[in-house]
Nanobody, 120 residues
Framework: QVKLVESGGGLVQAGGSLRLYCTASGSIFGIETMGWYRQAPGKERDLVAQIYTDGSSYYADSAKGRFAISRDNVKNTVSLQMDALKPEDTAVYYC??????????????WGQGTQVTVSS
């Protein structure tokens, strides 16, 4: 059984910062791509940032220059540092990871989501 648990969401004023954390636990053989998605009310779930096993990363245009994703391969965690937050960043943020539960078999797992609210 594999589980992703997020934390670090909350309420912050525009211009402020938050750091989101996601920890994977369970029967893990290896973790490949890890990422953060967000879903605002009435909208689709969109990719915010993801980080690959070699440490390289991808950011959506909305996140470039303000957000930074990082991972700890020993602790099986991925973090998202969010600075200069804007009201339009308000959403539920989800962690996603492709996890190998066997040497050659990987599945996508999602966390339960954490609410980020940015007030103007």
């Amino acid at each position: 059984q594999v589980k992703l648990v997020e934390s670090g969401g909350g309420l912050v004023q525009a211009g402020g910062s938050l750091r989101l954390y996601c920890t994977a636990s369970g029967s893990i053989f290896g973790i490949e791509t890890m990422g953060w998605y967000r879903q605002a009310p009435g909208k689709e779930r969109d990719l915010v940032a993801q980080i690959y096993t070699d440490g390289s990363s991808y950011y959506a245009d909305s996140a470039k220059g303000r957000f930074a994703i990082s991972r700890d391969n020993v602790k099986n965690t991925v973090s998202l540092q969010m600075d200069a937050l804007k009201p339009e960043d308000t959403a539920v943020y989800y962690c996603k990871a492709r996890i190998r539960t066997l040497p050659t078999i990987g599945y996508d797992f999602w966390g339960q989501g954490t609410q980020v609210t940015v007030s103007s």
